[in-house]
């Protein structure tokens, strides 16, 4: 059965729950609006954590978001499928620039992710992510998945790019291309339960470090799921159970010597920070502390206390939701929350509606992209996840992640386009 026949049937089970179809078509002041607002909201706050030092990088977000607005409409006149004859150039670039990164790189906090160019610092992997998606939007699309081995293909696409940003290192946009990867898989075609085993060796990684005993009973299950699940079913178990305890056996060393000590401290303290209130878990109390100071209606942009004074260490960075909390207060965060929400449900429908498959993907890696970001991010500087360094879109200052923002936007602006009308459903 070919693989467009359950990217179908994908579409029409979201299309069951997107019930606010008809009102989002021909919207696309979501797809540009939201964004805009965005950053014009982070660029107040950047120059509120920056009110006591004498640079200001609020207008080089602004200038840095109309350089991306430009390279978005021009990407948005032209169909993406012109793009395909240039991935295997794109691809391999990529690749040369996080090589060259490990070789040339300019190292910044105890990690060396960017390439000095013409006097500005890029970061290639933000690239990187963005070209993956293509180019696996490509191989996926068409292709049938009714075997583990049917994984490999794709696998390989990911396999190097990710290999070359994990040990830069940058653990926080190696987990990007996880997510991405899983995601796009499934909206292919790749069956439910395949994912659950997938995301299972997470699982069994924490556990194994955590609670061992409970292994006991979760490797047996998972054996269960691969029997039910995947092809030669006592094989499949056996494999699946034996592969779990590997995955238990190596998580302490790779814990001991596959991590630096700053990253196993971000992995754990977000479960107590109190434990190093001034090494590791000091960005995530204070971080907590801003939001909770700004209430329900925030101390008022350019007002924050917390933030004027620079408690909070790189705010203008990866916790520029600490400061959007503090100034704007509870109501101010659920506004952007609900802007990401309707931006994402946008970029969804767009998904759904693709002409092609090859389309449709490109739009659900870059939605899977987004969503991860923004939840990984949020969670972090409220407390309720670890320190990972992934910026929040739009809002976080970083000049190459703002840019490639917004060219993932143009190629899903490009899909929408040319998507189906209102009145035509699946």
């Not at 408690?311 to 203008?316: C, G, K, T, V």
């Not at 993907?361 to 987004?370: D, F, T, Y």
């Not at 200052?397 to 035509?424: D, K, Q």
Request: positive net charge.
């Amino acid at each position: 059965m070919p693989s467009s026949f359950y990217l179908k049937g994908r579409r029409n089970l979201m299309r069951r729950t997107g019930r606010l179809r008809n009102t989002l078509n021909h919207m696309e002041f979501v797809l540009w609006g939201i964004p805009l607002l965005l950053v014009l909201l982070a660029s107040v706050l950047i120059a509120s954590t920056q009110r006591q030092v004498d640079y200001a990088d609020w207008s080089q977000h602004l200038i840095i978001a109309f350089l991306g607005i430009c390279f978005a409409n021009v990407l948005a006149q032209i169909s993406i499928e012109r793009i395909r004859p240039f991935l295997m150039f794109l691809y391999s670039l990529s690749i040369g620039s996080l090589v060259a990164v490990q070789l040339i790189g300019t190292t910044a906090l105890g990690a060396q992710r960017w390439l000095s160019i013409a006097g500005l610092n890029v970061q290639p992997s933000e690239f990187a992510k963005l070209i993956v998606i293509i180019v696996l939007a490509a191989v996926l699309d068409g292709y049938q998945i009714r075997k583990p081995i049917n994984l490999l293909k794709p696998l390989s696409v990911i396999l190097l790019p990710w290999l070359l940003v994990f040990f830069q290192p940058d653990l926080g946009t190696s987990l990007v291309f996880g997510a991405v990867l899983l995601t796009m898989l499934y909206w292919s075609g790749m069956p439910f339960e395949w994912l659950l085993l997938v995301l299972s060796a997470i699982v069994t990684a924490v556990l194994a470090g955590l609670l061992p005993w409970v292994l006991f009973v979760w490797i047996p299950l998972m054996g269960v799921l691969a029997y039910r699940s995947l092809p030669k079913r006592n094989f499949a178990a056996a494999f699946t159970m034996i592969l779990q305890a590997v995955i238990a056996w190596v998580t302490p060393w790779l814990w001991l010597y596959g991590l630096k000590d700053y990253q196993r401290d971000r992995l754990v303290l977000f479960l107590d920070p109190t434990k190093d209130p001034l090494g590791g878990g000091y960005h995530l109390l204070q971080s907590t502390v801003g939001i909770g100071s700004g209430q329900l209606f925030g101390t008022g942009l350019l007002q924050g206390q917390l933030t004027k004074l620079r408690f909070i260490p790189e705010q203008h960075t990866d916790f520029i939701f600490s400061a959007l909390g503090e100034e704007t207060g509870f109501l101010g965060t659920m506004l952007v929350i609900t802007g990401f929400f309707f931006l994402l449900l946008r970029l969804l429908t767009v998904a759904r509606e693709a002409r092609t498959d090859f389309e449709s993907l490109v739009v659900v890696g870059v939605l899977a992209m987004l969503v991860f970001q923004v939840m990984v991010n949020i969670f972090m500087t409220i407390g309720l996840g670890p320190v990972t360094g992934i910026p929040l879109p739009f809002m976080s200052y970083g000049r190459t992640a703002l840019l490639v923002n917004f060219v993932a936007l143009g190629l899903c602006m490009s899909v929408a386009r040319r998507g189906y009308t209102a009145s035509r459903s699946w």
